[in-house]
């Protein structure tokens, strides 16, 4: 079946490092892919998303490129805040849409001042 | 527009207990979902409906688990004879009918099971 495969976290970093989280995914067609963000104690909340090969998703600085030939979605940021600490989760959905929304286990990013 | 909202934020119940939890989507999206997350994991698809349409149920939900969404407007999760092995972070979403919107979450309803 569907699956998104996410880089093992914890991740942590020194304020305005770059960030990079890899996201590979494994689907049949071309899914529309998307990154949320959890905040601690909080929901998930949409940070980015992209529909189709060679779109770029970007949000508050966090950019994401749609992959085909290497079927990836890795996460990037220049210049990282303490308050990016949080667990970012990859996800993909057929664009049928009448299936579920695939998620990731997660990367957890920790970013220190 | 308030957003995804879920009642209660947390529950703590003992085993056996039957717990429910209510989710009210966004007012224009007819389509809810129901997630669950455990600690370290990502969300977990459980269910969802098309307006009040029940359409997909993962193989996670037991028959203790039920759900309901009688006028396709809110929901409700229902668990029976909870275990412990049912805590976790029950998440609910919404979305309007196609894949490219993503999906609108709630801030979820924490289940602890003592």
């Known amino acids: 079946g569907d699956s998104v495969t996410q880089m093992e976290g914890p991740v942590t970093l020194s304020e305005e490092a770059f960030l990079t989280i890899n996201c590979t995914y494994t689907a049949t067609g071309y899914p529309s892919l998307f990154w949320y963000v959890q905040y601690p104690g909080e929901g998930l909340q949409l940070l980015l998303k992209a529909t189709k090969a060679d779109d770029k998703g970007s949000n508050k600085g966090f950019e994401a490129t749609y992959r085909k030939e290497t079927t990836s979605f890795h996460l990037e940021k220049g210049s990282v805040q303490v308050s990016d600490s949080a667990v970012y989760f990859c996800?993909?959905?057929?664009?049928?849409?009448?299936?579920?929304?695939?998620f990731g286990k997660g990367t957890r990013l920790s970013v220190i001042a | 527009d308030t957003g995804v909202s879920q009642d209660p934020r947390h529950k703590i119940t003992k085993r056996g207990q039957n717990v429910t939890f209510r989710c009210d989507p966004i007012?224009?999206?007819?389509?809810l979902y129901w997630y669950r997350q455990t600690l370290g994991q990502g969300p977990e698809f459980l269910t969802y409906?098309?307006?009040?349409?029940?359409?997909?149920k993962s193989r996670l939900l037991s028959d203790r688990f039920s759900a309901e969404r009688p006028k396709g407007s809110f929901s409700t999760l229902e668990i029976q004879r909870t275990e412990q092995g049912d805590s976790a972070m029950y998440l609910c979403a919404s979305s309007p009918d196609g894949a490219v919107y993503g999906y609108t979450f709630g801030s979820g309803t924490r289940l602890t099971v003592v």
């Open positions: 996800a993909l959905i057929k664009n049928s849409g009448n299936t579920p929304l695939v």
């Open positions: 007012s224009e999206h007819n389509r």
């Open positions: 409906f098309q307006n009040e349409a029940q359409l997909e």
